[in-house]
């Protein structure tokens, strides 16, 4: 079955202490991307990757790294976790359908830092 | 900038149709999309619209693009409470850097009383 999958799909964490949320998609696709998504303010981009060994940020990056070493993985790394990157966090891989992007989004994780 | 509203908060009755408006600022804009958010899940591609274009029906789902103004709309026939749902306006921005980046509004939350 085509999909993204993200792990975990739940974290409470302290402030400080490192952590990543994985992201993985079966479908061969190479733009992915990292999204939060928080009340009011919808989904912003913190990351995206339009391929093996590029990445690149969004709109959102301070406080998360990201890395592409192989097409199917894009894990979100969060160095130093503050209560502010308390979120939803979505995952996203897409492809190119003629001019347009079919994006697909994995099922979220929900991160909690106190 | 870019910028995608939406209206917060929607309620209908079962049977009615519901009208789902979102408003956008980047001319550039190649595709727009609605997106469905379950609770608990990731978001579901609902359907979208070429620039290009002016309307475009796919079943229950009407959707109105009126492209002078920047607006968008969803009109769902017969709405069931199995729609409820947060829905997402979101226009993937780039022009021909067809970087697949999507711009999200803040989702407006379609209640469906029986």
């Known amino acids: 079955e085509a999909q993204v999958t993200q792990n975990p799909r739940y974290l409470i964490t302290v402030t400080g202490k490192k952590l990543t949320v994985t992201c993985s998609q079966n479908m061969n696709h190479e733009y992915m991307s990292w999204y939060r998504q928080d009340p009011g303010l919808g989904l912003r981009q913190i990351y995206y990757s339009m ?51 079919e994006q697909y989004f994995g099922p979220g994780t929900r991160l909690t830092v106190t | 900038g870019e910028d ?30 609605w997106y469905k958010q379950e609770p608990g ?17 796919d079943q229950r789902l009407t959707v109105l693009l009126n492209k002078k103004d920047k607006h968008l709309s969803l009109r769902i026939a017969d709405t069931q409470t199995g729609d409820s ?17 999507l711009i999200f509004g803040q989702g407006t939350t379609l209640q469906v009383k029986p």
Not at chain 2, 87 to 96: D, L, N, Q, T, V
């Open chain 2, 85 to 101: 749902a947060i829905y997402f306006c979101a226009e993937r921005i780039g022009g021909s850097s067809n970087t697949g980046k």
């Open chain 2, 41 to 57: 899940a990731g978001l579901q591609l609902l359907t979208y619209i070429f620039s290009n274009m002016d309307m475009k029906q």
């Open chain 1, 51 to 101: 391929n093996v060994e590029v990445t690149d940020k969004g709109d959102v990056p301070e406080g998360y790294k990201v890395s592409r070493k192989e097409k199917r993985n894009f894990p979100l790394i969060l160095e130093s976790p503050s209560p502010n990157q308390t979120s939803l966090y979505f995952c996203a891989s897409s492809y190119k359908k003629g001019h347009n992007y």
């Open chain 2, 4 to 33: 995608v509203e939406q209206s917060l908060f929607l309620s209908v009755r079962e049977g009615d149709s519901s009208v789902i408006n979102c408003t956008y600022t980047d001319s550039s804009s190649t595709y727009l999309y």
